[in-house]
């Protein structure tokens, strides 16, 4: 095998600054999860000055603690060098498409837990767009690469290694639009992308059948130019595989963008499909589930909106899923990420209106406790490449954000007198 940095030095030719680590970013993936947080247990109560809302914020939440557990799991092995262990524990939850309560695939969070490390190397390294003298830089890959070589057929293997180029490649290039980009950055990107490519050139989705796989084959359009004739194609393979998981539908209907690799008309489209093929087991929500993202980013997505079919595709999802994770995600979504973004389009900001109106009968109805890092994240789009530098401020900007909106909800009745308490079975209004 030829040492990462040949690789690097063929693709990104005059940058050898970058292969001696000696001189001085908008990711459509699907959802990357949280870092592993490492505190004990705990519940607070979310209570605004005049104690007029009380609402639990267990934390960890129990998807956060069930995440946390697949991450450290997949860590400790990979730091022990237990490969044949992690890469037989990926096998089976990708094969029997094991998820948390929250939809995650635990396939997916095992193969993030075993590339952190090197991932978070990185992204410190690249923490201000460039890496600091002497950071090593490409250390954790190299080490990858070669595990890589000792597993040259295991699709386990390659999806963790090229998920780590996939991941480094974006540290580099940041969330900004293309044209700001540093040609640097940008050769970074290219080169890493160009690398899981390779990686992934002999594995086929279609015919291992293999979740883990096809969501990785979907992650490298980000980096493609000509993904235009594929992006459709491939989520619905990905998407078949499990209806149950959202993820793929989202981020499909990102990439469906004009501004990645599809057109309005497409996006309609393949929402409607996706629709009529997931109904088993979303009802109208997989409408609902295409749109989620892209209509957030665009505004003209948003005004083509059908609107009726979105919100039935909400009522549809809650029927069937109502779990706190899922209840806190639609809320804070329709009540922060679309409800407080409104543009000087007047079609898109009426659709946004009335996707906002449908947070007053998800609190009412189905909240029961609150998760402030989905609050906080809404509020910032769901920018996957979002670097939080103190979670504990922003967790609290998020908690701030849905008690200043939930005591909105309940102005009536708290100007009469009255409390509101959340309770297992949703918020009741007492007397003071």
């Known amino acids: ?24 970013s908008f990711a459509p993936t699907a959802p990357v999860p949280a870092q592993i947080r490492r505190r004990a247990p705990r519940t607070i109560m979310a209570t605004p000055t005049d104690d007029a809302l009380h609402i639990t ?48 695939p635990v396939a997916d969070l095992l193969a993030y837990g075993a590339r952190a490390d090197v991932v978070h190397a990185a992204e410190h390294a690249l923490m201000d767009g460039h890496p600091a003298k002497g950071a090593p830089l490409l250390a954790g890959i190299e080490a990858l690469e070669h595990v890589l070589a000792e597993y040259p057929k295991s699709y386990v293997v390659a999806c963790i290694v090229a998920q780590t180029h996939m991941d480094i490649g974006w540290a580099w290039r940041g969330n900004c639009w293309d044209i700001e980009v540093p040609d640097r950055n940008r050769a970074a990107f290219e080169a890493h992308f160009d690398r899981a490519t390779d990686i992934m050139a002999p594995f ?27 992006a459709a194609d491939r989520y619905e393979v990905l998407i078949d595989m499990n209806h149950a998981n959202p993820r793929p539908m989202r981020a499909m209907g990102n990439h469906l963008l ?22 088993d087991t979303w009802g109208a929500g997989g409408y609902t589930w295409v749109q989620f993202d892209a209509i957030g980013y665009d505004d003209q997505a948003c005004a083509n909106l059908d609107i009726d079919f979105f919100v039935e595709g909400l009522k549809d999802i809650l029927k069937r899923r109502s779990d706190p994770y899922t209840v806190n995600l639609l809320a804070a979504y329709c009540a ?87 309770t297992d079975t949703g918020p009741v209004a007492q007397a003071s």
Not at 12 to 23: A, F
């Open 57 to 104: 914020c267990p934390d960890p939440t129990a998807e956060d603690a069930i995440r946390d557990k697949h991450l450290s799991r997949a860590q400790y092995l990979v730091r022990q060098e237990r490969w044949d262990d992690l890469i037989a524990l990926i096998q089976t939850a990708d094969a029997q498409r094991h998820m948390t309560p929250g939809t995650m």
């Open 336 to 422: 922060n990420a679309i409800g407080q973004a409104f543009s000087g389009n007047d079609r898109a900001d009426q659709v946004r209106s009335l996707i906002a109106n449908s947070a007053q009968w998800i609190v009412r109805n189905h909240l029961t406790e609150l998760h402030p890092m989905i609050w906080a994240h809404a509020a910032r789009g769901f920018d996957n490449n979002l670097r939080v530098h103190s979670p504990t401020r922003f967790a609290a900007s998020g908690r701030d954000d849905a008690m200043r909106i939930i005591t909105a909800m309940f102005s009536k009745e708290i100007a009469s007198g009255k409390r509101i308490v959340f």
């Open 204 to 230: 086929c989705p279609r015919k291992s059948g293999s979740p883990l796989l096809a969501a990785t084959c979907c992650a490298l359009l980000g980096g493609s130019d000509t993904g235009k004739r594929h």
């Open 1 to 24: 095998m030829k040492p990462l940095s040949t690789f690097l030095q063929k693709h990104i030719g005059p940058l050898g600054w970058l292969l001696k680590e000696d001189k001085p």
């Open 258 to 279: 004009p501004r990645w690799f599809g057109s309005y008309e497409e996006l309609e489209l393949e929402a409607r499909r996706t629709a009529s093929r997931t109904a």
